[in-house]
């Protein structure tokens, strides 16, 4: 019973202490707005950047697939 409540105790201030970063951190974003809003843009970049870049391998796995299904090179 007693181990029972010490799990409940130490639960639920994990929660609090989750909560309480959580809040901090919705309260920093509204703060300081520029600071996600590039984030945002880097990371966007970041994805499209890898998105290219896999779509250049595609293109050279076909291209060189191509190549050698015709026996040139």
């Known amino acids: 019973m007693l181990e029972c ?3 409940d105790i130490i639960y639920s201030e994990k929660q609090t202490v989750l909560r309480s970063k ?3 951190q919705i309260m920093s974003k509204d703060r300081y707005p520029s600071i996600f ?4 843009k880097a990371f966007v970049f970041i994805i499209v950047q890898i998105s290219f870049a ?3 391998v595609l293109k050279t796995e076909e291209y060189l697939t191509s190549i050698h ?3 040139g090179g």
Request: proline content about 0%; charged content about 30%.
């Open 5 to 7: 409540l010490s799990v």
């Open 22 to 24: 959580l809040e901090e």
């Open 37 to 40: 809003s590039r984030q945002m």
């Open 54 to 56: 896999i779509r250049a």
């Open 69 to 71: 299904r015709s026996g």
